[in-house]
């Protein structure tokens, strides 16, 4: 069973700034996290399912994808943004045979076509289909970033090769890079996410972030997996351990974290990762997505991977 947190409660905890967004009929929280953060230059918002403000789920992928998009809208348009202003994109679908459908009505929503990576897991919280993690720019806001879109191949050396594409389209090279998520289809390797499946039958992808100069007051902490051992309570303290580490390594605290992402072994571990989540952030809240990103591990190990971006 999740665990259930009111925005009223969230919202009397909030520092003055960064400022939490709450949309206006917005989709009931399932976990300790805020719906939208604005920072003054970007607004990040938590992954958004397919249920509405009543917790109903519509029938139908392209009625459910329709829904999905209507809930980052919401938050948006709680910032003063709107759709064209997103700059990245993490789209979640639990069926790969979805895609064309969803795709569909992604386009004609995301006219702008922003960094975008595609990955196909088992599950999400509240059995959602869709899922959708945005991030956006505000237009007055000077762009101290580059979102490279999400490259996908058969090989690492094939994804870095593409990446490295990417790069040169942007005047830019990897030492300009500021942020690298990896993924696997199939078993896990150090440094990347295990998933389901990904587009076109690749085998490994990458979703980075660039950036000219230096960012300041900006660090992000790229995915740390749990020691495989002990319960999730314990798993998860540890991963907390590690990503306060990181950002202290580059002058920042997890109170100044405004985004990360969850990758739970078993979605059945959601209330206890929850709980103990929760505990690390008595303020503020970050934005979240969780995502089950692959079956369970047999034998289960590593029970929990987060990777955190941090600003002040």
């Not at 006219?111 to 991030?135: F, G, Q, S, W």
Request: proline share 8%; with cysteine; charged share 15%.
């Amino acid at each position: 069973m999740t665990v259930a947190w009111t925005i009223a409660s969230l919202a009397l905890a909030q520092a003055a700034d960064p400022k939490v967004v709450v949309p206006a009929n917005g989709v009931p929280l399932v976990g300790p996290y805020s719906p939208g953060l604005d920072t003054g230059d970007y607004v990040y918002v938590s992954g958004q399912g397919v249920r509405d403000s009543k917790s109903q789920m519509p029938a139908g992928i392209d009625a459910q994808a329709t829904q999905c998009i209507e809930n980052v809208r919401g938050i948006l348009t709680a910032a003063g943004l709107t759709l064209d202003n997103v700059v990245s994109v993490q789209l979640y679908l639990t069926e790969m045979k979805n895609l064309p459908v969803v795709e569909k009505i992604y386009q004609a929503a995301f006219v702008k076509n922003p960094a975008r990576v595609t990955l196909i897991v088992p599950k999400m919280p509240t059995d959602t289909t869709v899922e959708i993690t945005v991030i956006a720019h505000k237009p007055t806001a000077t762009a101290d970033r580059i979102f490279l879109p999400g490259v996908y191949g058969p090989t690492l050396k094939d994804v870095d090769a593409k990446l490295d594409a990417e790069l040169r389209k942007a005047g830019l090279t990897t030492k300009n890079l500021v942020s690298v998520k990896r993924y696997v289809a199939g078993n896990p390797a150090p440094g990347f996410v295990p998933v389901f499946a990904l587009p076109g039958a690749a085998k490994t992808a990458a979703f980075a972030v660039a950036s000219k100069t230096p960012l300041a007051n900006t660090a992000y902490c790229e995915v740390v997996a749990s020691d495989p051992k002990g319960s999730i309570e314990v798993q998860t303290t540890g991963v907390f351990g590690k990503l306060k580490a990181c950002l202290e390594a580059k002058g920042l605290t997890l109170s100044n974290a405004v985004a990360t992402n969850v990758y739970l072994d078993d979605i059945n571990d959601f209330a206890k990762m929850n709980a103990v989540y929760a505990s690390f952030f008595p303020d503020q809240k970050p934005t979240r997505t969780t995502i089950q990103p692959t079956m369970p591990l047999i034998p289960k190990s590593t029970l929990v991977r987060i990777s955190a971006l941090a600003a002040k």
